[in-house]
Nanobody
């Protein structure tokens, strides 16, 4: 069973919204994180969330993205709004040393 699986990516117009999901088969009370990586750029921390739901965000997404987690369902979510072309990237989950394969988000008109 794959430890981490992301879903929910797709093509969206500028100003639109998407909700990404991350399912974990390994789970703990440690911090979970969303990262993103665009072609030619370094991997960037998008958001993290502690076991009790305290979030932190990268400066580029503050006020537009919201991270949440469901400790019963072993899931983490990323609600993205006011998306811009610069948000285009592969979005990846990280937890307990495991990375997912990523889900592609493309923002384009």
């Amino acid at each position: 069973q794959v430890p981490v699986v992301e879903s929910g990516g797709g093509l969206v117009q500028p100003g639109g919204s998407l909700r990404l999901s991350c399912r974990f088969s390994v789970f703990s009370n440690r911090v979970m994180s969303w990262y993103r990586q665009a072609p030619g750029k370094e991997r960037e921390l998008v958001a993290s969330i502690t076991d009790d739901g305290a979030p932190t965000y990268g400066d580029s997404v503050k006020g537009r993205f919201t991270v949440s987690r469901d400790n019963v369902k072993n899931m983490m979510y990323l609600q993205m709004s006011s998306l811009q072309p610069d948000d285009t990237a592969t979005y990846l989950c990280y937890h307990m040393g495991y990375w997912g394969q990523g889900t592609q988000v493309t923002v384009s008109s």
